[in-house]
């Protein structure tokens, strides 16, 4: 792909090499050669085997975990590409880690969300693309232009179709949001679908752990589908899954954009009464990580459509209808 005088190249580091590809393959060109690699002593090796010199270089890189050693990736490589005198380095993060750093909740915490904005600018990105920033107002952290994608074009058909298969599917359904913050991503999804809105409100005593306090909307005998933009240890989605079969839900299921699935999550999923949780392929998962209810939905389409638009400087807010 060629256009005004300056060529496409995408390049993957080892976070997600699978949706990079795949990527590649919706655009109709093959991935960059490069080798991210460790030296002895764990220090990031990068080499990029081919030219870049005037491209448009989109590089590819969920700060999934281990976190710090992807981040570590995407900052080298576009380094690399910006000393290898790239036209344009646009940093594309399916999942940006570090997120929930966004603000500090008590004295002396960090804003890490910020910082890692910085150091994604200052190792050379001219652009980045990302998708469901846990906060939106990351966005204005960084100081050169973002394109923030939504996991709900690509998640509502699924259920849409199953609203045309399903009888009384759509008249039983109802999205519930996790939590208050989560409120109007879940509005959304609601109007989309047109059914109606739950909501829990939940407490958190601790990191990692959440407690339900109150369920307001009408759930009993209905479908709840939980909604968010993220399940990591899986604590919040299990607890809420739990309270409304208590309350009397007649299923429950899940959809969210970032499957980090750390720590107890995939323990708690398989013993919780979700009998579905769709995901989408921002982060890697492993076959281990599979369970027989869990689905995934490929995520390159969109982002593969929304990099040729920033190529051909075309808007990709339409992207989103």
């Known amino acids: ?79 690399a590409f910006r000393r290898a005198s790239a036209g344009r380095v646009t940093a594309v993060l399916p999942y940006y880690g570090y997120a929930r750093q966004d603000r500090k909740s008590k004295a002396r915490d960090p804003i890490t969300a910020k910082l890692v904005a910085d150091l994604i600018v200052t190792a050379g990105a001219d652009r980045v693309l990302t998708m469901d920033l846990h906060a939106p107002q990351i966005q204005g952290f960084f100081d050169v232009p973002l394109d923030h994608m939504v996991g709900m074009p690509i998640l509502a058909p699924y259920f849409e179709r199953k609203m045309r298969s399903e009888e009384g599917f759509k008249e039983n359904l109802v999205i519930m949001s996790p939590d208050l913050g989560s409120v109007g991503r879940c509005r959304a999804f609601a109007e989309r679908l047109d059914v109606p809105l739950a909501i829990i409100d939940k407490r958190r005593p601790k990191p990692n752990q959440s407690e339900v306090v109150h369920v307001i909307g009408e759930i009993k005998g209905k479908d709840v589908l939980i909604v968010d933009d993220m399940i990591d240890t899986a604590g919040t989605l299990v607890n809420a899954a739990e309270e409304v079969m208590h309350r009397g839900a007649k299923r429950v299921a899940a959809c969210a954009t970032h499957p980090i699935f750390s720590g107890p999550a995939i323990e708690r999923l398989k013993n919780s009464p979700l009998t579905e949780i769709i995901v989408l392929d921002t982060i890697f998962l492993p076959e281990e990580k599979r369970l027989p209810n869990i689905k995934v939905l490929s995520c390159a389409p969109v982002l593969a459509e929304a990099i040729a638009r920033i190529y051909s400087d075309k808007p990709v807010s339409t992207l989103f209808h």
């Not at 005004?4 to 093959?30: Q, R, T, V, W, Y």
């Not at 002593?41 to 976190?67: A, C, H, L, M, Y």
């Open 1 to 79: 792909m060629n256009i005004h005088g300056k060529d496409i190249k995408i390049f993957s580091g080892n976070a997600n090499k699978p949706l990079a590809k795949a990527m590649a393959e919706n655009l109709g060109i093959p991935l960059g050669k490069s080798e991210v690699g460790l030296f002895s002593d764990g220090e990031i090796s990068v080499n990029i085997n081919e030219t870049v010199r005037g491209s448009d270089v989109f590089v590819v890189q969920s700060t999934s975990s281990p976190t710090n050693r992807h981040l570590m990736e995407l900052l080298i490589m576009t380094d």
